[in-house]
């Protein structure tokens, strides 16, 4: 934002009389057989009087001081005032369209799992909804890739985390581990996610479940609650490999000491039982009431440590596999899943849905036409759009590559196409022929224009 700064003035003004104040509008000259002019709503023009000469009583020929009376009707105050306002006042929040984002620190979470946090170049602040996630466009090699990450930090702060696991083989994810340093620039799309406790409605008490990096989103989730809610009654209930495996272990053992209606549970596949964190012990210790069960999610394990789970709100989050079972086990429990909130999709999984989609592609040929850019190509049946038009050349943005952000929409006007999500469109966007790239297949023939 440019600042002005008015020049000074070697010049010392005559004194003014002081201007009264009335009806009409700032400074105009009044006296007491003067009715008061009425106020209008319509832009008044300026009145200016500007009179010049000697006092007739006197006959001097001395130059008398000017005499300047100056008057805004209501509206034109208004509109003054409304023009300084917006061209001083600084945005105070993040516009992901027009300010990039600054890396100013970094630190390891487990060996396998970084957390990134950015500034705004312009030192606004980030709104968003807690559970939510951003989407990154990262360039690498001459090529700018996208990706979505939840955030793991909570809003209208002036920092922004992301926390980010490492994938086999994930070309983005190794790429921000590797490369990405102090200073560094990184363009965003847009912050999106349904999964999310201002939009989710929920009890006051809540379990928060969540599995590997799954717990990216929920902590953002719990830390905001403990800042704004005290009422909340918050059960954690985190599941890892072993407790190296744990991210933000010192996190929440530092959350669960500045608040009394924060309580976690490790369940650890690698383990007994369950790590217990405790207010008045930071160390870890295996709690002897649960040590004959076992590291896995299950319907014992569920009630016997959430034994008022049907007055809870679940907010669920890890590995699809993880979440599957345990929705199972909530509605073989008879939890009203009008509860029961999950998010749609792995966070930082790179490209392993589209790996997963393209491994189903057939021997058979079909042919994709894009005219807007010259498409015409015979290619696989069963092959994922998002990943044909990508290596054609066609400039689709495929993000959380999992059908959630609704980035990588597009237009079937011809053919046919086999799609597993269509969460993010309206019924009349289905209508039309639109669909989601990352999370369709090409089954016959197909003509596709970008919406």
């Not at 984002?101 to 606004?124: G, I, P, W, Y």
């Not at 990405?180 to 847009?190: C, F, K, P, R, V």
Request: hydrophobic content about 40%; overall charge negative; some cysteine.
């Amino acid at each position: 934002m440019s600042s002005s700064k008015t020049p000074s003035s070697t010049l010392t003004p005559p004194a003014l009389k002081p201007l009264k104040l009335n009806s009409a509008g700032l400074g105009q000259s009044t006296t007491g057989k003067e009715k008061p002019a009425p106020v209008s709503s319509k832009l008044q023009a300026p009145k200016l009087n500007f009179a010049l000469g000697g006092s007739k009583s006197t006959g001097s020929s001395k130059l008398a001081t000017p005499k300047l009376s100056f008057s805004l009707g209501e509206t034109a105050v208004k509109s003054v005032v409304k023009t300084v306002v917006k061209k001083h006042l600084k945005p105070t929040t993040w516009s992901p369209t027009t300010t990039s984002l600054v890396l100013v620190k970094r630190e390891l979470e487990t060996h396998d799992s970084m957390s990134f946090t950015f500034a705004a170049a312009d030192q606004t602040l980030f709104d968003f909804k807690p559970g939510q996630f951003v989407t990154l466009a990262i360039e690498i090699e001459g090529k700018t890739h996208y990706r979505a990450y939840s955030i793991s930090s909570v809003p209208q702060q002036k920092q922004l985390r992301l926390t980010i696991k490492r994938v086999p083989d994930g070309l983005v994810s190794n790429w921000l581990a590797d490369n990405l340093t102090i200073g560094d620039n990184l363009s965003a799309l847009n912050i999106a996610g349904q999964f999310n406790s201002s939009d989710c409605q929920h009890k006051s008490k809540l379990l928060l479940v969540s599995a590997g990096c799954g717990i990216t989103p929920v902590m953002s989730i719990a830390k905001t609650l403990l800042a704004q809610d005290s009422d909340a009654d918050i059960e954690f209930l985190h599941c890892a490999r072993d407790k190296d495996n744990v991210i933000f272990h010192a996190e929440m053992q530092t959350l669960i000491a500045q608040h009394n209606n924060f309580k976690v549970q490790l369940l650890l596949e690698n383990s007994d039982g369950f790590a217990n964190f405790s207010a008045n012990d930071n160390t870890t210790t295996n709690s002897p009431a649960l040590a004959h069960q076992t590291g896995m999610v299950s319907k014992d394990v569920i009630q016997q440590l959430y034994p008022d789970l049907q007055d809870r709100t679940i907010f669920l989050c890890g590995p699809v596999g993880f979440m599957k079972a345990v929705e199972n086990i909530a509605q073989e429990s008879d939890f009203d899943m009008a509860n029961f909130f999950q998010e749609s999709f792995t966070p930082a999984a790179d490209n392993k849905l589209q790996d997963n989609i393209t491994s189903g592609a057939s021997a058979a040929s079909v042919m994709l036409y894009v005219p807007d850019f010259a498409v015409e190509k015979e290619v696989a049946q069963g092959s994922s759009l998002l990943e044909l038009l990508e290596n054609n050349g066609v400039p689709i943005i495929g993000a959380c590559r999992a059908g959630v952000c609704g980035s990588c929409k597009c237009k079937v006007t011809s053919g046919e196409v086999k799609s597993t999500s269509s969460e993010t469109l309206t019924a009349a966007e289905i209508e039309q022929g639109v669909v989601l790239a990352c999370s369709s297949t090409v089954e016959g023939d197909v003509t596709v224009a970008l919406s």
